[in-house]
């Protein structure tokens, strides 16, 4: 059974910082690297950190040097430390593999997401 829970969204004022949890199957993150998503209203879903089992990392650049993607391989867990956050970082964020599971059969699998909000 697939399972990807994401925790630890909030509101949060500009400049201040969160950490988001994402507690995925085995199968998944051994096997994967994961990714963390977001989708903001009204716009597409978007790769902003990725990590792959070994733990190189990889960022959009519109999180470079403020988010920092990591990842616990005996816990099944991955994290994203955000700091500096901006009213544009407003979005439901996901975790997932990288490619999503089921992409390759043309039905992905996403979890429930966690909000984040950005705003004085």
């Known amino acids: 059974q697939v399972q990807l829970v994401e925790s630890g969204g909030g509101l949060v004022q500009p400049g201040g910082s969160l950490r988001l949890s994402c507690a995925a199957s085995g199968s998944i993150f051994s096997t994967y690297a994961m990714g963390w998503y977001r989708q903001a209203p009204g716009k597409q879903r978007e790769l902003v950190a990725r990590?792959?089992?070994?733990?190189?990392?990889n960022y959009a650049d519109s999180v470079k040097g403020r988010f920092t993607i990591s990842r616990d391989n005996t816990k099944n867990t991955a994290y994203l430390q955000m700091n500096s956050l901006k009213p544009e970082d407003t979005a439901v964020y996901y975790c997932?593999?990288?490619?999503?599971?089921?992409?390759?059969?043309?039905?992905?699998?996403w979890g429930q997401g966690t909000l984040v909000t950005v705003s004085e």
């Open positions: 997932n593999s990288d490619p999503p599971v089921g992409y390759h059969f043309g039905f992905e699998y």
């Open positions: 990590i792959t089992s070994p733990g190189s990392t």
